[in-house]
């Protein structure tokens, strides 16, 4: 399979994108949809458009960034070691995943109380256009490294 670099045009689909690069394709890819889904789903949530509700454990409620430092917390363990490229592409999407489930509540964080839908939680989508922003920028303008044996 002919990567960018020597075949001159931009890959089209994921399989043509450089071994190299698609962990962090598929990082940006998860980190836009997942921020997407989860400020649909709790829109749903909240309007009690939906027969989902949110995640309790003894009347506590779990906010969906302590999943999100979880699976970033496994993805970073699991990438530690030298991973076949199918592997390192699937580290990528957990990863972005993982990341916009605590970039999704970073107002939160900041202030230590839950401010999801009042002003201050715009923090949290200023925060994630900017990573989907820059993302993207620097996945669209840079060329990916070539691969050993190229």
Known sequence: MASRESSGRRPHR???????????????????????????????IREDLTFL??????GTHLHHYLWGILLIAVT??????????????????????GLALVVDEAALLIQLEDVYWDTFGW??????????????SVLALTEAPREPGR
């Not at 043509?16 to 749903?44: H, I, N, P, S």
């Not at 699991?78 to 990528?92: C, E, I, Q």
């Not at 994630?128 to 820059?134: K, S």
């Open 14 to 44: 994921l399989r043509e994108v450089a071994a190299t690069r698609r962990g962090y394709v598929l990082a940006w890819w998860g980190f836009t949809a997942t921020f997407a889904l989860l400020r649909l789903v709790t829109w749903l």
């Open 53 to 58: 509700g949110d995640v309790a454990v003894g």
């Open 76 to 97: 970073g363990g699991a990438a530690l070691g030298n991973r076949p490229p199918k592997v390192r592409a699937a580290l990528g999407l957990f990863f972005g995943v």
């Open 123 to 136: 923090v949290s989508v200023g925060l994630a256009l900017l990573v989907i922003g820059v993302a993207g």
